[in-house]
């Protein structure tokens, strides 16, 4: 176990399916493994028999990374036989009855009822919109609920079931945090001018910033019911209450250079020579296929590391996206936007009046071959895009995906400049 995990590492693992359903792992110094047994089993009133059975058979399959599970919900159920627990249970009277919960309400329905909360258009399928409005109002009693049942633990990592960690490079990092302190790490998101931890790319809660919080107020979650419904995010909501019990978010890596938890997918991923040798911790906004495909990567990975590798931006790169990198692809979108061209943003400019037809012509948004010549004469460009009369160009290479969008899109990439500037940098050892 101590060849697998960094030393003294112990923690829980939460995972969120479809925005309703949530994991917990635990794992104790000495390798026990902490289950609660007397949850009743439970799933979510949309759709959870996307990603969560491959999650089970895959990211969470080796016990040795993530050996108990518990699932939160908002109904009773048993998925593959994992018990689920139901994380609205406990709030207000008033507030299940409000129309926020309209879905939690009929869902238990529909299952009485023996139809299936699902989106895939077959028969016994009953759609129940408002999943969003429910989602708001989960994360404290989950909060709440591990800190009065799971209490103790050294972290307390949460994840939804579109997002795939990278769980060695995760627990490595997390090794390096003083999780003796009231430590809340995530990716930076703002609203309503509020900092918070964006809950679809993952946070991590450290076991002293729950026992402050959560554990020294039982009550805490019901304190903040009104709250929640003026709110728009359950992740939000979360990083308000917690700071309201004097714990911050982790901004110590914030401009750094790299995203330590992350909330894009492989194909929107951009790489640069800034963040190639850097840890990536997660890909977000997964389907199924990508889990699978993610997780062999990962075990190929592993293996030809001999377990020791930790996944880096250029891992991804040289595994998902250099055997596919071609000079140009049509009707496709590859996100390039460091520097942006349009004939409607020149026609604002003094000097457009200036421009003849001739030099107008040689603007980058004339047409694509001009479009890359701008990302060409441009020596930090690894990639462009055209589109009508619209040219954006960038110092960073992403993938992208086929568009179809009614309009034609050309994107680009200077395939030597990448391999010279990307692929011949050396990194040395990993430091977080």
């Given at each position: 176990?101590?060849?697998?995990?960094?030393?003294?590492?112990?923690?829980?693992?939460?995972?969120?399916?479809?925005?309703?359903?949530?994991?917990?792992?635990?794992?104790?110094?000495?390798?026990?493994?902490?289950?609660?047994?007397?949850?009743?089993?439970?799933?979510?009133?949309?759709s959870q028999e996307g990603q969560m059975p491959m999650h089970m058979s895959t990211t969470l399959g080796n016990k040795q990374l993530t050996p108990?599970?518990?699932?939160?919900?908002?109904?009773?159920?048993?998925?593959?036989?994992?018990?689920?627990?139901?994380?609205?249970?406990?709030?207000?009277?008033?507030?299940?009855?409000?129309?926020?919960?309209?879905?939690?309400?009929?869902?238990?329905?529909?299952?009485?009822?023996?139809?299936?909360?699902?989106?895939?258009?077959?028969?016994?399928?009953?759609?129940?919109?408002?999943?969003?409005?429910?989602?708001?109002?989960?994360?404290?009693?989950?909060?709440?609920?591990?800190?009065?049942?799971?209490?103790?633990?050294?972290?307390?990592?949460?994840?939804?079931?579109?997002n795939y960690f990278f769980w060695p490079t995760l627990y490595a990092w997390l090794s390096t945090l003083d999780a003796t302190s009231p430590v809340?790490?995530?990716?930076?998101?703002?609203?309503?001018?509020?900092?918070?931890?964006?809950?679809?790319?993952?946070?991590?809660?450290?076991?002293?910033?729950?026992?402050?919080?959560?554990?020294?107020?039982?009550?805490?979650?019901?304190?903040?019911?009104?709250?929640?419904?003026?709110?728009?995010?359950?992740?939000?909501?979360?990083?308000?209450?917690?700071?309201?019990?004097?714990?911050?978010?982790?901004?110590?890596?914030?401009?750094?250079?790299?995203?330590?938890?992350?909330?894009?997918?492989?194909?929107?991923?951009?790489?640069?020579?800034?963040?190639?040798?850097?840890?990536?911790?997660?890909?977000?906004?997964?389907?199924?296929?990508?889990?699978?495909?993610?997780?062999?990567?990962?075990?190929?990975?592993?293996?030809?590391?001999?377990?020791?590798?930790?996944?880096?931006?250029?891992?991804?790169?040289?595994?998902?996206?250099?055997?596919?990198?071609?000079?140009?692809?049509?009707?496709?979108?590859?996100?390039?936007?460091?520097?942006?061209?349009?004939?409607?943003?020149?026609?604002?400019?003094?000097?457009?009046?200036?421009?003849?037809?001739?030099?107008?012509?040689?603007?980058?948004?004339?047409?694509?071959?001009?479009?890359?010549?701008?990302?060409?004469?441009?020596?930090?460009?690894?990639?462009?895009?055209?589109?009508?009369?619209?040219?954006?160009?960038?110092?960073?290479?992403?993938?992208?995906?086929?568009?179809?969008?009614?309009?034609?899109?050309?994107?680009?990439?200077?395939?030597?400049?990448?391999?010279?500037?990307?692929?011949?940098?050396?990194?040395?050892?990993?430091?977080?």
């Amino acid at each position: 176990m101590s060849a697998i995990l960094p030393r003294h590492f112990k923690g829980y693992l939460w995972i969120g399916f479809l925005v309703t359903v949530f994991l917990v792992m635990a794992l104790s110094e000495n390798g026990i493994i902490l289950v609660d047994r007397s949850a009743a089993a439970a799933t979510g009133p949309l759709s959870q028999e996307g990603q969560m059975p491959m999650h089970m058979s895959t990211t969470l399959g080796n016990k040795q990374l993530t050996p108990n599970v518990v699932y939160y919900s908002d109904i009773d159920d048993n998925i593959n036989g994992n018990p689920v627990i139901d994380s609205l249970a406990n709030v207000s009277a008033a507030l299940k009855a409000s129309p926020d919960f309209v879905l939690y309400n009929k869902a238990k329905e529909a299952k009485h009822d023996n139809l299936y909360q699902e989106s895939g258009s077959m028969e016994g399928d009953s759609y129940l919109p408002g999943g969003w409005r429910l989602d708001k109002y989960k994360f404290l009693p989950m909060f709440q609920h591990a800190a009065i049942h799971h209490p103790g633990k050294k972290w307390y990592v949460y994840m939804e079931d579109d997002n795939y960690f990278f769980w060695p490079t995760l627990y490595a990092w997390l090794s390096t945090l003083d999780a003796t302190s009231p430590v809340f790490v995530g990716s930076p998101a703002f609203r309503m001018g509020e900092d918070f931890a964006h809950g679809g790319s993952g946070f991590a809660i450290s076991g002293t910033a729950l026992s402050t919080s959560f554990g020294s107020d039982p009550l805490l979650a019901s304190k903040w019911e009104s709250y929640a419904a003026e709110q728009c995010c359950g992740d939000q909501v979360l990083s308000h209450a917690l700071r309201e019990k004097g714990v911050e978010r982790y901004k110590g890596l914030d401009g750094g250079g790299w995203a330590a938890l992350q909330a894009l997918p492989t194909w929107r991923l951009g790489f640069g020579d800034w963040n190639w040798c850097s840890p990536i911790m997660n890909i977000h906004k997964v389907h199924q296929a990508d889990i699978s495909a993610l997780f062999v990567f990962e075990k190929q990975f592993m293996a030809k590391t001999d377990g020791k590798g930790r996944v880096r931006y250029k891992d991804i790169f040289e595994y998902f996206f250099s055997p596919q990198l071609v000079s140009s692809r049509s009707e496709w979108d590859n996100y390039a936007s460091s520097k942006s061209f349009s004939s409607s943003s020149d026609s604002y400019t003094p000097e457009y009046k200036e421009l003849t037809a001739a030099q107008r012509a040689e603007r980058p948004w004339a047409s694509k071959e001009k479009c890359k010549q701008a990302c060409v004469e441009w020596e930090q460009c690894l990639s462009w895009k055209y589109a009508d009369d619209a040219c954006s160009i960038a110092h960073t290479a992403a993938m992208g995906q086929r568009i179809d969008a009614g309009i034609r899109m050309e994107s680009g990439w200077m395939v030597e400049r990448i391999r010279k500037v990307l692929g011949g940098k050396e990194c040395g050892e990993l430091e977080f």
